[in-house]
T-cell receptor
Framework: KAGVTQTPRYLIKTRGQQVTLSCSPISGHRSVSWYQQTPGQGLQFLFEYFSETQRNKGNFPGRFSGRQFSNSRSEMNVSTLELGDSALYLC????????????FGAGSRLTVL | LAKTTQPISMDSYEGQEVNITCSHNNIATNDYITWYQQFPSQGPRFIIQGYKTKVTNEVASLFIPADRKSSTLSLPRVSLSDTAVYYCLVGDRGDKLVFGAGTILRVKS
């Protein structure tokens, strides 16, 4: 079964810095979604990419951006970090095109000090 | 996207059957119902998906009445390791998938 590798698993940044997180679908799935999870807001949808194009977007400020490469790997970037950006960032792939069954990675735990 | 409503939390004991109901009154014709399980500091894991009537796999059963305005996830004979958050999602294939607050299931010995 296809999986998802996220790096780094843990990182600490300070306010004002920027961060880049990476997501690599093992089997080259073309759809990659990103979610933010915090204790207060739960799992929130950030955006979804399909074949290098952003297909869906959640309600996050422009400081949150992403992209997908031709090999299906995806990155998300958060600029001008705020304390409230501390969260578990999860990447997910759809098990088949157009399906709504997701396989999630283990996540990247970001702490902003 | 159809909004879902689930109980905030549920308690059970080992060996019991647990039923978690999700309300989705404005479900659309093309929407599927999908349930996920999440353990702390891990990504959600797919449990089961259905469109109507009943679906069963090795982990759970999903019951969907004819009007499809609700669904019930049934976990047979739960164990301590089933303690997790359970999410019900409703959406068409290809929709962005929006997670609600989920149901915290606590299994006690």
């Amino acid at each position: 079964k296809a999986g998802v590798t996220q790096t780094p698993r843990y990182l600490i940044k300070t306010r004002g810095q920027q961060v880049t997180l990476s997501c690599s679908p093992i089997s080259g799935h073309r759809s990659v979604s990103w979610y933010q999870q915090t204790p207060g807001q739960g799992l929130q949808f950030l955006f979804e990419y399909f074949s290098e194009t952003q297909r869906n977007k959640g309600n996050f400020p422009g400081r949150f951006s992403g992209r997908q490469f031709s090999n299906s790997r995806s990155e998300m970037n958060v600029s001008t970090l705020e304390l409230g950006d501390s969260a578990l960032y999860l990447c997910a792939i759809r098990d088949s095109p157009g399906a709504n069954v997701l396989t999630f990675g283990a996540g990247s735990r970001l702490t902003v000090l | 996207l159809a909004k879902t409503t689930q109980p905030i939390s549920m308690d059970s004991y080992e060996g019991q059957e647990v039923n978690i109901t999700c309300s989705h009154n404005n479900i659309a014709t093309n929407d599927y119902i999908t349930w996920y399980q999440q353990f702390p500091s891990q990504g959600p894991r797919f449990i089961i998906q259905g469109y109507k009537t009943k679906v069963t796999n090795e982990v759970a059963s999903l019951f969907i009445p004819a009007d499809r305005k609700s669904s019930t996830l049934s976990l047979p004979r739960v164990s301590l390791s089933d303690t997790a958050v359970y999410y019900c999602l409703v959406g068409d294939r290809g929709d962005k998938l929006v997670f609600g607050a989920g149901t915290i299931l606590r299994v006690k010995s």
